[in-house]
């Protein structure tokens, strides 16, 4: 699957800006594969049959099918997770189920790790991917942000959220950090391919050039893998989306494990990926604008208490 900027990213992106605590709460969307729970029946539909309003501004291949495969990182609460009876749940879920209302169709939620998530789009696995991915210009055009090569025909992006990075540490325990250069000569761990992961690898080439020590950086599959390895002790601080750091800061221990360490950074777009040139792209941005004006996605936001990233309007390839 904000600062998020914390984003989730392959090289250098995003995943969230929101302010305040993240309530834990959620009903929830579809999934498939057998690691979700699908809420339709998935069979084929027409514009005859179907009277969502959007139905028919939906790629033909999706009106048959009928649902909308979406590839997600489901390990990064409150964005998207598992609840305790395993059902996936969380912001990205609960919005898409209200697109889905807008267009006929079911979103069926299918988990994979977050860097396969847009080669998985490109095989054509899933049809979207939503999970607090950072839109970028790299890639919207299929670079690779670490070494400016071309590896695929990029992705178009349905902006619907805006997110920065955050710090965090052990609950009373901030070894002095407040800043990314006070991180310096201490151990970090972040979730692999994600913006905090490329801050952190920049911001060690600067300690290392300064001659204050590279920060010794561990990467995990995802984000709560790298919260266990903090929780215990091995490492000094950990760097996620705000909207997760926030929400792991509130729930962890009952909200006794972790604190926020200075301000957040790299404010930027998350977006539902796309394959480029898909007209799924278009019913997707007229979907996300009639839940806005209709009010279903101010009440979203604010059930997981992520009002400060909320937008205004669907955007197409927003990010830079």
């Not at 919260?227 to 509130?250: H, W």
């Not at 941005?285 to 309007?313: F, P, Q, S």
Request: aromatic residues 6%; negative net charge.
């Amino acid at each position: 699957m904000i600062a998020r900027t914390t984003r989730r990213t392959t090289a250098a992106r995003s995943r969230i800006a929101t302010a305040g605590a993240i309530a834990v709460a959620g009903t929830l969307l579809l999934t498939a594969c057998g690691d979700q729970t699908d809420s339709g029946d998935g069979g084929p539909n027409t514009s005859e049959t179907n009277k969502a309003p959007l139905f028919g501004q939906l790629p033909e291949a999706i009106q048959d099918k009928g649902k909308i495969k979406v590839g997600s990182d489901i390990a990064y609460p409150p964005i998207e997770f598992k609840d305790e009876s395993g059902k996936t749940v969380g912001f990205d879920p609960d919005l898409a189920e209200a697109m889905g209302r807008q267009l006929g169709v079911t979103f069926e939620f299918e988990n994979g790790t977050f860097d396969t998530l847009l080669t998985g789009l490109r095989s054509k696995r899933y049809d979207i991917a939503m999970s607090a991915m950072t839109d970028t210009k790299d890639r919207q055009n299929g670079v690779d942000g670490d070494t400016g090569k071309k590896v695929g025909e990029g992705v178009d992006f349905v902006d619907y959220f805006t997110a920065g990075v955050s710090i965090y540490t052990k609950k009373g325990d901030d070894k002095g950090i407040a800043t990314w250069s006070d991180l310096c000569g201490k151990k970090m761990v972040v979730q692999r391919n994600t913006v905090s992961h490329d801050l952190a690898k920049a911001e060690s080439e600067k300690c290392t050039q300064s001659g204050k020590g590279k920060i010794a950086l561990e990467a995990f599959d995802n984000d709560l893998e790298a919260q266990t390895r903090l929780r215990a002790g091995g490492a000094d601080a950990g760097s996620s989306d705000f909207p997760v750091a926030a929400y792991a800061v509130k729930t962890s221990g009952g909200g006794n494990d972790f604190q926020l360490v200075g301000e957040q950074v790299e404010a930027a777009p998350y977006g539902i990926a796309v394959a480029k040139g898909n007209e799924l792209s278009k019913a997707l941005v007229a979907a996300l604008d009639a839940v806005i004006k209709n009010g279903e996605y101010g009440k979203i936001v604010a059930k997981w208490g992520v009002e400060a990233g909320a937008v205004t309007e669907a955007k197409l390839n927003g990010g830079s």
